[in-house]
């Protein structure tokens, strides 16, 4: 067997999606990954369902094997407030800051709805570790939809380099990059009360820059600014 692998990997972390009734386990986020993953080339796929905190957990340490240049996150699970799966969006993320120096992942994009309306949190939990960015929405997504815009954000963000968050430039013009394929005034997806949600107020971005002293903040309004009308 051959023992070949990428630089780069992709961790995608999905909990069951059941978006219909008899959905066993059918909906996946994963061809669409994979297709990224040859898209961009030197990328690898590594997938594994997770259920609640503990499987969580293992499931993270199952997929953090081998030496690689840089991972991402990619966590694919149904979101409401500050729960992803039925879980506290804070310990999920505080698993992968605590793996991220050791196997070196770069950043965390969080497919569920609502988490994103938590940028402190996200901001907490990259701070004083390896984490270099924290996506995440701030609305109830529509699932087609959401999965196509992280498409393109893992595409671009797979691309940097680790020089690359040595200042906000690089990150943020990838962001806005990934994003301009998009019409930020698009409905996608609702709020608590079923309002409509356009893209442009539906996503979250936090930065956290290489170097000492360096803190975790909030660009999503530098992401936006940043799309060429």
């Known amino acids: ?100 120096k050791r196997h070196k992942i770069d950043g965390v994009l969080i497919g569920s709805c609502f988490v994103g309306e938590h940028s402190t949190t996200m901001e907490v939990c990259i701070e004083e570790s390896r984490l270099r960015w924290c996506v995440g929405y701030t609305a109830a997504t529509n699932w087609l939809d959401s999965t196509l815009v992280d498409c393109k954000l893992l595409a671009k963000l797979s691309e940097l380099e680790d020089q690359d968050f040595l200042k906000s430039d690089g990150a943020v013009e990838a962001m806005s990059d990934a994003l301009s394929l998009f019409d930020p005034d698009a409905k996608i997806g609702a709020d608590y009360d079923q309002n409509p949600v356009v893209l442009r107020d539906a996503m979250s971005f936090v930065l956290q820059l290489r170097g000492q002293g360096q803190r975790a903040r909030n660009i999503t309004e530098a992401v936006w600014d940043g799309i060429v009308k």
């Open 1 to 100: 067997m051959s023992n070949r692998h990428a630089s780069r990997a992709i961790l995608v972390l999905e909990s069951p999606w059941a978006l219909y009734d008899n959905d066993a386990n059918r909906s996946s986020v994963i061809p669409f990954v994979q297709g990224v993953a040859k898209l961009t080339g030197d990328t690898d796929v590594h997938h594994a369902n997770f259920y609640d905190e503990e499987s969580f957990r293992k499931a993270l340490e199952c997929l953090c094997k081998g030496e690689l240049d840089s991972r991402i996150v990619y966590i694919a699970a149904h979101g409401l407030g500050k729960e992803i799966a039925g879980a506290p969006m804070l310990n999920l993320l505080c698993s992968v800051a605590n793996q991220s």
